[in-house]
């Protein structure tokens, strides 16, 4: 089963507001990726993270590699309505294996 | 790089009978992972392949299920005599050879419903 808590499990946000979700491990990670899935799609790649402490962004999105290795979070600035989705949390171990939260579904409403 | 595929996006079949899924990596990487998706939660892993040797199998996967990366690249994933509970969306995902770099690229999955 996940070992990973995300949370929150839901967000509903206004268009121009920030968001912000977390993940905790009871493991250790060498990997943070953040995904985002559409229904009916495949999660797609938004950060991967590599290092202890990293902060990465991409456009609006900046997420964080916790220092213990086993949190990160993700924060979403001035959200748009193609924000709306499920956002997943993931973990990496060392072969490979993909460990996933249960998502944080966003809303944004305009 | 055209990113990686999955065939077919959906399948309905009645209980008891066998389904075969086709998963193409995203060329030239090595590694292809199975996972599994059921409504409300992330993807579990099911199984991995690197080149054609299938290294690791979950205990999700059970004995109905098998898998296949016979030349090392295209992966099929076998279900025989389907039960409702596999209902599910099947995801691929290849992970490139790169060392220092390592993440894992989804396919739009395959959705199958199992009547």
């Known amino acids: 089963g996940q070992q990973l808590n995300q949370s929150p499990q839901s967000m509903f946000i206004q268009e121009g507001e920030d968001v912000s979700m977390n993940c905790t491990s009871s493991?250790?990670?060498?990997?943070w990726l953040w995904y985002k899935q559409d229904p009916g799609e495949g999660p797609v790649l938004l950060i991967a993270?590599?290092?202890?402490?990293e902060l990465t962004s991409n456009g609006r999105l900046t997420a964080q590699f916790g220092i213990t290795r086993k949190d990160s979070f993700l924060n979403i600035s001035a959200s748009i309505p193609s924000d709306v989705g499920i956002y997943f949390c993931?973990?990496?171990?060392?072969?490979?294996?993909?460990?996933f939260g249960a998502g944080t579904q966003v809303v944004v409403t305009p | 790089d055209t990113g990686v595929s999955q065939d077919p996006r959906h399948k309905i079949t009645k209980r008891g009978q066998n389904v075969t899924f086709r998963c193409d990596p995203i060329?030239?990487?090595?590694?292809l992972y199975w996972y599994r998706q059921t409504l409300g939660q992330g993807p579990e892993f099911l199984t991995y392949?690197?080149?054609?040797?299938?290294?690791?199998k979950s205990r999700l996967l059970s004995d109905r299920f098998s898998a296949e990366r016979p030349k090392g690249s295209f992966s099929t994933l076998e279900i025989q005599r389907t039960e409702q509970g596999d209902s599910a969306m099947y995801l691929c995902?290849?992970?490139?050879?790169?060392?220092?770099?390592?993440?894992?690229?989804f396919g739009p999955g395959t959705r199958l419903t199992v009547l």
């Open positions: 995902a290849s992970r490139p050879k790169t060392v220092g770099a390592d993440t894992q690229y």
């Open positions: 493991s250790i990670f060498n990997t």
């Open positions: 993270l590599y290092k202890a402490g």
């Open positions: 993931a973990g990496l171990n060392s072969w490979g294996k993909l460990q």
């Open positions: 060329s030239e990487h090595n590694r």
């Open positions: 392949f690197q080149n054609e040797a299938q290294l690791e």
